[in-house]
């Protein structure tokens, strides 16, 4: 196969990997980039959730595809098994409002191909899920494709693939700089050489304000917001298959959790944060005093499991926290991600901003890198298996109105 058009690629994560693997796919001469190690970044560090209730409705309509990717994985990549455990996504309501908007979201979602998606009131929720206590919400809505990832499967499967078909990944290679010529990219300069393409691509989410300044592109706003998950040990009644089946829920106070395995309980909260630019690879996992499961009872993760465990109170009797783990969320002010051409570098294609749901866009990502790389030029809707969908909430320099609600 004659390889004509060449694409760099920056960042080895799922994003990356993914995109990589579509553009080799289509015949595309493909070069990743990657500072360190395939996976080193935010990709091996997330909560790994998966859903298709999302406020946006072309979020849903991608993120349907998304789902539909990897529970295909096998016949689509040649992986040995799928990455997805489809436990479910269960958003609680707390108050009157909540529960209305909720409702609202499902008609919308269900009006856009969503049909197993539900909205249960407290009682009917209760007798699905009667580890709630349903004194303490107005209902729920409950989707039982969604679920949460394997992520080492998704980017290590991702990148054999991309292999097979001719891409190249060059490991311990951080771009340093941008040669350019009449506001195009001619070669992105890393330590182990200069690398040429017709177009680049930034797949470095959390990363992204750093490389455009290194490399004269336009400075996103996308800011790198530390991100914890903490490691709960199960202890009295719940049963160890109760938890194994939970899906990944979400609370009224922003607490969520989800199975790590049937003895263990993973819980995040987004909790405010300032942006940290000028992070490195090691900053990843620097666990700061008030966010560690040993800081006492007055660190944060004691305050999240206090309130998860108003809502599940089974919760409340766990044997105790266990270990801590951080990243970064790379946090657009709408929490939509950017798909597009940088404005300043007219052949660089932005893939950022994924405000910590880059893993389960990674699919959908990959097709609008795929037609981005084809169009040569923005453009206004993906055809992506005969679903046309909007580009419209993803554009760059679009005016945040339209926020994502739910963005847990």
């Known amino acids: 196969m004659a390889r004509d058009r060449r694409a760099v690629i920056i960042g080895a994560g799922i994003t990356g990997t993914l995109s990589a693997r579509a553009l080799a796919r289509e015949g595309w001469d493909v070069t990743i980039l990657e500072a360190a190690h395939v996976g080193a970044g935010s990709s091996s560090r997330t909560a790994a959730g998966i859903r298709q209730q999302w406020s946006t409705a072309d979020t849903v309509r991608g993120m349907r595809y998304a789902v539909r990717v990897y529970n295909e994985w096998v016949e689509r990549t040649g992986a040995d098994s799928i990455p997805i455990r489809a436990n479910g996504y269960l958003f609680l309501a707390g108050d009157d409002a909540a529960w209305l908007a909720a409702q609202a979201r499902v008609a919308m979602q269900k009006g856009v191909g969503l049909t197993d998606v539900e909205a249960l009131a407290s ?8 580890w709630i206590d349903g004194d303490t919400v107005k209902g729920g809505t409950f989707c039982p494709s969604d679920g949460f990832l394997l992520p080492s499967m998704i980017y290590q499967d991702g990148i054999a693939d991309a292999k097979r078909h001719g891409a ?19 070669a992105l300069r890393t330590p182990k050489g200069d690398f040429s393409g017709d177009v680049y691509l930034n797949c470095t989410n959390a990363w992204t304000r750093a490389l455009a300044r290194d490399l004269g592109a336009e400075e996103l706003p996308v800011d790198p917001l530390k991100r914890y998950l903490w490691f709960i040990k199960r202890d009295g009644p719940m049963s160890a298959e109760t938890l194994a089946h939970m899906p990944l829920t979400i609370t009224p106070s922003g607490v969520y959790c989800r199975p790590e395995n049937q003895d263990t309980l993973l819980m995040g909260h987004a909790h405010p944060a300032k942006s940290e630019d000028g992070f490195t690879y090691e900053d990843q996992d620097v666990i700061e005093p008030d966010f560690a499961h040993t ?17 599940i109170p089974a919760v409340g009797e766990f044997a105790g926290i266990a270990a801590t783990t951080s990243g970064y969320y790379g946090t657009t002010p709408d929490h939509n991600p950017f798909f597009g051409y940088d404005r300043k570098l007219t052949n660089f294609v932005h893939l950022c901003g994924f405000s910590g749901h880059g893993a389960m866009f990674g699919p959908f990502s990959a097709r609008v890198a795929l037609a981005l790389c084809e169009a040569g030029t923005d453009i206004d809707v993906v055809d992506i298996e005969g679903e046309v969908i909007g580009m419209e909430a993803f554009k760059i320099g679009r005016k945040y109105i339209a926020h994502e609600a739910m963005v847990i």
Do not use: D, H, M, Y
């Not at 009682?123 to 009667?130: D, M």
């Not at 990944?169 to 990219?185: D, F």
């Open 168 to 186: 190249r990944l060059i490991s311990g290679a951080p771009v340093q700089a941008a040669l350019s010529e009449n506001g195009r990219v001619t």
């Open 123 to 130: 009682k009917e929720l209760v007798e699905r899920f009667p």
């Open 295 to 311: 800081g006492g009872l007055e660190a944060a993760p004691f305050e999240s499991w206090a309130l998860l465990s108003e809502n």
